[in-house]
């Protein structure tokens, strides 16, 4: 299994992090590899989104689509405060 994290700087007055995260996932659904989504809205009101896939195919292949939604929502996520961080699940339990 492989795994993208990213951390997005949400701006002032933004749209609903759950509405925008729940889009995302959806979208995401729609993949072959798809295993999970998650979007965690952090300490500071950011939003940090995890995608799951089966391979590492199956997770470049996510790219493209996740690069459209986050310029999609660039008026509600400042990208410049972007950070990414893709590798191998090397644990996980309950999946």
């Known amino acids: ?9 949400v701006s ?12 995302l996932g959806a979208s995401l659904t729609q993949l072959p590899g798809f295993v999970a989504a998650v979007a ?4 500071q009101g950011g939003l940090v989104t995890v995608s799951l896939f089966e391979d590492r ?7 493209p689509l996740t690069e459209r939604w986050t310029m ?3 008026g509600t ?3 410049e405060a972007t950070d990414v961080v893709s590798g191998e699940v090397v644990a ?3 999946l």
């Open 57 to 63: 195919v199956s997770l470049a292949a996510a790219e």
């Open 77 to 79: 996520l400042r990208l």
């Open 92 to 94: 996980q339990k309950g």
């Open 1 to 9: 299994m492989y795994a993208t994290v990213r951390r997005y700087q």
């Open 40 to 43: 965690v809205e952090d300490a």
């Open 12 to 23: 002032p007055g933004s749209e609903d992090l759950a509405e925008v995260g729940w889009r």
């Open 72 to 74: 999609q929502h660039r």
